[in-house]
């Protein structure tokens, strides 16, 4: 089974998310409180992608999601936000998710992301080399990234997106472009996810992200490999 960690303190939003993840043949494993998530991931260590609501009445979801991170960098993770927190969307996107949701969300908006991530997450690709480019080299098989020589950890969206770019050399890529090819056609997301997760890896991997030499920006329309 496709194991799904839901975690959401407010029971009829939980319950909501469960019935429609069974109905789509996930096996959704839930959780109320950010201690509970953390054991239920210690009990399911194959839990592939993970809901967190923001809200918790023990520790927030951001701080949930930066304690997953900091030990797996594999499981997809999708935030779940209240419209009122709209600001905080970017701060959850830098703590390491991959993805958000705002409630009032549908089942099919729900399900499109998780399978998303799910595919990012099972490794679907066949890809089994190397792209090497300057210091960077990126190995197919095992989904790794260094730079000179030294291991960067990336999520599997951050993988996904040096994968494109490193296939594309010195390609302007648009930010639809991006989306599609990481996130999926179906994806109902809005572009600026693009932005966020890039912002991200430029932090992972640019000698002065402040001044990216590496993913540049095509101004107007999306970012460009290449130096
Ligand atoms: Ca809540």
Request: proline fraction near 4%; aromatic fraction near 8%.
């Amino acid at each position: 089974m496709k194991k799904v960690l839901v975690l959401e303190d407010e029971s009829s939003i939980r319950s909501f998310v469960v019935i429609n993840l069974k109905r789509s043949g996930y096996e959704p494993i839930e959780a109320e409180t950010g201690e509970q998530a953390f054991e239920q991931l210690k009990k399911h260590p194959d839990i592939k992608v993970a809901l967190l609501d923001v809200m918790l009445p023990d520790i927030d979801g951001f701080e949930v999601c930066r304690r997953i991170r900091a030990s797996n960098s594999k499981i997809g993770i999708i935030m779940l936000t209240a419209k009122s927190q709209e600001m905080d969307k970017v701060t959850g996107l830098m703590t390491g998710a991959d993805d958000y949701v705002t409630k009032p969300f549908s089942p099919a908006e729900l399900t499109a992301r998780i399978d998303a991530l799910y595919r990012r997450a099972g490794g679907d690709e066949l890809g089994n080399g190397e792209l090497v480019h300057g210091p960077f080299r990126l190995n197919t098989r095992n989904r790794t990234l260094e730079k000179n020589g030294v291991r960067i950890k990336l999520t599997q969206i951050e993988y996904s997106i040096m994968k494109l770019f490193m296939e594309n050399p010195g390609k302007a890529l648009s930010r639809e472009d991006i989306r599609n090819t990481v996130w999926g056609r179906d994806y109902f997301g809005e572009l600026k996810i693009v932005d966020v997760n890039i912002r991200r890896l430029r932090l992972k991997i640019e000698d002065d992200p402040t001044m990216p030499a590496y993913i540049t920006t095509v101004w107007g329309y999306g970012y460009k490999w290449g130096f």
